[in-house]
């Protein structure tokens, strides 16, 4: 079994013996996305390398110009993300985005594309606006004018929630003083990237069969419980009071009506929130799925709450990361304050932002995309070969990817690597100050191709206002609890610190 790189002559990582790689996930000495990109490090002449997960080959990409083929112009090659999730254990993860594979796939990425493109976002925007404002209130409230000392992540998963269940359900919640709403309790269990189902999510990917044989559940019963509830009793509602509100709900519900289009007009201008945005590609018809595909009550829950899923947990760590720099970077602080500053004078009340001023906003888009860059909210991606594919190799030698096999990206070690980003573990927004020197094909933190990531844009318009909203009212300094450098916790399967965010946020009006 061991021989299947030897004798393609693919460099590989020498597996430990029965385990492979999957030996170094377990021990968890370093973390997984690093354990899963070793091979990158390890030889740097060649456009893929080979891993053992227990005895099965596998792929580990090197080249981002592959990545590229592989995720556009090759994609009938590669149409599956890795994990496959059982449905009776996984009633909504399995349905949702990431996880479905083929026929179904397609069908539901058609479906959604349209609820998430630039002129949904704009309509949109005002709900997460007014959250996001609202919860900025109170906060300002709470500190009386004075310094208040906050641990970051769970201030901003709260933000992020509440953002969250009110553009997706039309539920207002306020997790800021009704600490333990339902919401957000469920919503953390959903998002939780730590821990047992860290874990788990890890398996899923790195022994997919394995993990469907066993029947395995990602997320815990009652979360799946509380979202089916809440959903199906929330378009029940709307469909007996006609009720219309620009969130997720009423866009799928369109979507199962056959009533939602790209408004092409309407998206011109709209479509980029951010360098960082993605392209669009369009998806070609289906083929015949073989069954009828429609969109039931589950499907809509499955996909709201995938979006809770993927959306929360990145969005924050992006917040997160960006507030750190921001603490021990003050005069990058600084200039981005300044820049809000001069956006508000624009703005009717002074302070309530929209999308068009965040979108104009060139300083606020170059510190969010090196904080995408420095610090990869998602440090790899994957997916599953579905016909046989054959390339070169930089020494000319021809490789051939045989159907079955999983393909890792890594994400992060594209934004780390000298030879794309010098001095890559600076952080320094002057990178994105000239578009046209960074190497497109290497930065890549919602992924490319077909199977990017579809909430790109809520993403960084979330991240944006709310940092709009922080630096309009207070001053992140770095906390007494803070590590600096901060210590990474290896044993998520996210992207976090060890200790905490700990920062102290200072009135302006002080
Ligand atoms: C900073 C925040 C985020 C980051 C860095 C991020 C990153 C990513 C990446 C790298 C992928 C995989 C792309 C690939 O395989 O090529 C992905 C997929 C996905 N993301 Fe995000 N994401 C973020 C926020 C969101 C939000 C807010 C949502 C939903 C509202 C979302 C929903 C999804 C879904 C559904 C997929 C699967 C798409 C598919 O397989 O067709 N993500 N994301």
């Avoid at 592959?66 to 090759?74: E, G, H, P, R, V």
């Avoid at 990206?409 to 690597?417: E, G, R, S, T, W």
């Avoid at 901060?486 to 009006?509: C, Q, Y």
Wanted: hydrophobic fraction near 40%.
């Amino acid at each position: 079994t061991y021989d299947y790189f030897e004798k393609r002559n693919i460099p590989y990582v020498k597996p430990v013996p029965f385990f492979g790689q999957v030996w170094s996930f377990f021990t968890q000495e370093k973390h997984a996305v690093d354990v899963a990109s070793e091979g990158y490090y390890m030889f740097p002449n060649t456009r893929i390398s080979g891993v053992f997960i227990l005895r099965t080959p596998a792929y580990l990409v090197h080249d981002p110009v592959l990545y590229k083929q592989m995720a556009i112009t090759d994609f009938d090659h590669f149409t599956d993300h890795v994990s496959e999730l059982s449905v009776e254990q996984d009633p909504l993860l399995a349905r949702s985005l990431f996880f479905t594979r083929g026929a179904r796939w397609r069908h539901h990425r058609t479906g959604l594309s349209p609820a998430f493109t630039g002129s949904k976002m704009r309509n949109m925007f005002s709900l997460l606006s007014k959250s996001a404002s609202d919860a900025m209130e109170r906060l300002v409230l709470f500190s009386r004018s004075e310094p208040i000392s906050m641990e970051l992540r769970d201030l901003y998963s709260r933000l992020g929630n509440d953002a969250m269940s009110s553009i997706s359900f039309g539920v207002e919640v306020d997790s800021l003083t009704d600490r333990d709403n339902e919401f957000f309790i469920k919503g953390n269990r959903l998002a939780k990237v730590d821990g047992l189902p860290g874990l788990k999510i890890l398996m899923s990917a790195i022994v997919p069969g394995l993990f469907k044989f066993l029947r395995i559940g990602i997320l815990y019963q009652d979360v799946n419980d509380f979202y089916t509830e809440a959903v199906s009793t929330n378009i029940r509602y709307r469909e007996k009071n006609a009720l219309k509100r620009p969130d997720f709900i009423h866009l799928l519900l369109q979507v199962r009506k056959n009533e939602l289009n790209c408004e092409q007009t309407d998206d011109e201008g709209l479509d980029s929130a951010g360098f960082s945005t993605p392209e669009t590609h369009t998806l070609h018809k289906s083929d015949d799925p073989g069954e009828k595909l429609e969109w039931r009550d589950i499907d809509i829950t499955a996909a709201a709450a995938s979006f809770f899923f993927g959306g929360i947990e990145t969005t924050t760590t992006l917040l997160c990361f960006a507030s750190y720099e921001l603490a021990v970077n003050p005069s990058i602080q600084a200039r981005l304050r300044a820049e809000i500053d001069l956006a508000r004078e624009e703005l009717e009340d002074g302070i309530t932002p929209t999308y068009e001023v965040l979108q104009k906003m060139k300083y606020m888009d170059m510190v969010v995309s090196e904080t995408l860059r420095r610090w990869t909210p998602f440090g790899t991606t994957n997916r599953r070969c579905t016909k046989d594919y054959t390339f070169t190799n930089y020494d000319g030698t021809q490789i051939t990817i045989e159907k079955g096999l999983n393909i890792s990206i890594p994400l992060k070690a594209f934004h780390l690597d000298e030879k794309y980003f010098p001095d890559p573990l600076r952080f320094d927004p002057e990178r994105f100050s000239d578009l046209t020197q960074i190497n497109q094909d290497a930065y890549v933190p919602f992924g490319t191709g077909h199977r990017n990531c579809i909430g790109s844009r809520l993403a960084l318009m979330q991240a944006k206002c709310f940092l709009f909203y922080m630096l309009s009212n207070f001053a992140i300094e770095p906390g007494p609890k803070l590590t600096i450098p901060i210590v990474l916790d290896e044993t998520s399967a996210g992207l976090n610190a060890k200790h905490g965010f700990w920062m102290t946020l200072i009135p302006r009006n002080i």
